[in-house]
């Protein structure tokens, strides 16, 4: 079973900085995607950042600029590093890593950390 444990949520003043991190751990093959979901009060949740396993990332319009996803794949591990906090960016922060668990069943994978919690504000 693949899971994964998520760090660095927190309360920043605007204009601060949090990283978060998130390690996976299980039986994995191999990792083809890791990412960071996002999902403030009363608003659906979406995709803040990805990251595929050549090092290609993909950002939210609101957040570019400010955040930056990146991974260490030896330690199945991504970070998302956030910067120019502003309140708007308060929400539950989800980590999610899609893999494949075996190169023999081709069993794909896809799980989502429990969330951590990040709060901008004074």
């Known amino acids: 079973q693949v899971q994964v444990a998520e760090s660095g949520g927190g309360l920043v003043q605007p204009g601060g900085s949090l990283t978060l991190s998130c390690t996976a751990s299980?039986?994995?093959?191999?990792?083809?995607?890791m990412a960071w979901d996002r999902q403030a009060p009363g608003k659906q949740r979406e995709v803040v950042g990805s990251?595929?396993?050549?090092?290609?990332?993909t950002y939210m319009d609101s957040v570019k600029g400010r955040f930056t996803i990146f991974a260490d794949n030896s330690k199945q591990t991504v970070y998302l590093r956030m910067a120019s906090l502003q309140p708007e960016d308060t929400a539950v922060y989800y980590c999610?890593?899609?893999?494949?668990?075996?190169?023999?069943?081709?069993?794909?994978?896809?799980?989502w950390g429990q969330g951590i919690q990040v709060t901008v504000g004074a």
């Open positions: 299980g039986t994995i093959f191999k990792i083809h995607r």
């Open positions: 990251i595929d396993r050549g090092g290609m990332t």
């Open positions: 999610n890593i899609k893999g494949e668990v075996s190169e023999f069943h081709m069993m794909d994978f896809a799980v």
